[in-house]
């Protein structure tokens, strides 16, 4: 089994789409191997000081101008993958903000006739709360190393300049918010990986890995 969650930033006007997909991983602390453990063992077997992490292992980028229909059309064919067949396994989000009722109404259509292939999903409007949710759910692992992006991965030199730009502001009634000042990448490819990386609360069935596992 493997977890996966998939974000979706959905551009407005001048601002482009992107999407990114994640795993979720159970890294065996040094000095153990995957091999002495079942595919799905139970949680009590996974030895003290097996971490969480996560692995980008897919980037998406439509240029600018592609309508929202082909955006749709194509995100659900990337859920058809064979490795997101779980239900329970992978879980898709997209921002909703500002795209009007039509765009959800295109991804519930495809729901309903089974074309994503019954991933649960879920339209989420960016609030100021909501976006430093975000920011902590993608800085708090990637400065504890748990957040990783695969060497050579396309478009992940991207996602690492727009990580690297990513600036924490607090406003003057004292709330914290994230930002990126990558003005040539608009920060698309971070938000849809901070989308990924919400709610992750109810994943489960971690694949076990080798502590240095890429």
Do not use: C
């Not at 040539?184 to 938000?191: C, F, P, Q, R, S």
């Not at 919400?198 to 890995?209: A, E, G, K, M």
Request: net charge neutral; charged share 25%; proline share 4%.
């Amino acid at each position: 089994m493997a977890a996966y969650t998939i974000g979706l930033d959905l551009g407005q006007a001048q601002d482009y789409s992107a999407l990114a997909v994640v795993e979720h991983l159970t890294a065996l602390p040094p000095g153990y191997s995957r091999a002495n453990y079942a595919e799905t063992p139970h949680l009590e077997r996974i030895p003290h000081g097996s971490i969480t992490q996560h692995h980008v292992r897919y980037l998406k980028k439509w240029p600018l101008g592609t309508s929202y229909p082909q955006v749709v059309d194509e995100t659900a064919e990337i859920l058809r993958h064979p490795r997101h067949r779980y239900h329970a396994n992978t879980s898709f989000r997209f921002d909703a903000t500002g795209v009007g009722r039509a765009v959800k109404d295109l991804f519930w259509e495809k729901y309903r006739a089974g074309e994503m292939n019954q991933n649960t999903y879920r339209a989420i409007t960016i609030t100021s709360t909501i976006k430093r949710n975000m920011g902590d759910a993608v800085v708090v692992p990637l400065q504890r190393g748990r957040l990783k992006i695969a060497t050579g991965l396309l478009l992940g030199d991207v996602l690492e300049r727009e990580l690297a730009s990513f600036r924490q502001k607090v406003s003057a009634s004292g709330n914290t918010t994230y930002d990126t000042d990558d003005k040539d990448g608009h920060g698309d490819l971070a938000t849809a990986l901070m989308l990924a990386m919400l709610y992750l609360q109810n994943i489960s069935d971690l694949r076990l890995v080798d502590h240095d596992e890429q």
